[in-house]
């Protein structure tokens, strides 16, 4: 999931990319956040340190809060990579009320773990990836919400229920 977040970063353009996540509490959540930062290397595109907040709402608020005043007052990176939906959702919260908006807000990807619906009526809506389980079969899938990308419908290996390009490609 990691490696697909880092590869729509680099067909958008983006130079930088940050990564806020929690603690690992199983291995494919380290192994994730490694598959962005290989892959976005390989694409370019320099990765900022893993920063790491509580896996919630706030937490993503608060980490965002914190580095806007810190180390992002600066220079902000064009893309951030959040380890879940909730710490996205927080950090979108922080990037709004300190005025990014619009084409000033970085582009935000979250690996899709909460609510869809929560996800698409945020505002703005999220960009997701996800993995669909389908008997012993699984599936990488790009979610259909944007921040900062363009709008488009999700995109699924092997699956009919989600037309578009496969995720290993």
């Not at 809506?125 to 259909?144: D, E």
């Amino acid at each position: 999931m990691g490696a697909l977040a880092a590869r729509a970063f680099a067909d958008q353009g983006c130079r930088t990319a940050a990564v806020l996540t929690s603690s690992p509490v199983f291995e494919g959540m380290e192994n994730r956040m490694h598959g962005f930062r290989l892959e976005g290397e390989q694409h370019g595109l320099t990765i900022l340190a893993n920063r790491y907040c509580d896996n919630s709402i706030r937490g993503g608020y608060e980490a965002v809060s914190h580095r806007l005043r810190h180390e992002w007052k600066q220079q902000l990176p064009d893309a951030v990579f959040c380890g879940s939906s909730a710490i996205a959702h927080g950090a979108l919260r922080a990037f709004c009320e300190a005025g990014y908006m619009g084409e000033k807000l970085p582009r935000l990807i979250a690996v899709g773990n909460g609510p869809e619906e929560m996800d698409a009526f945020s505002i703005p809506s999220l960009s997701v990836v996800w993995r669909i389980w389908r008997g012993s079969a699984s599936s990488w899938c790009w979610g259909s919400w944007t921040v900062g990308l363009p709008r488009r419908k999700a995109g699924c290996c092997r699956s009919s229920m989600f037309p578009g390009r496969a995720a290993g490609r």
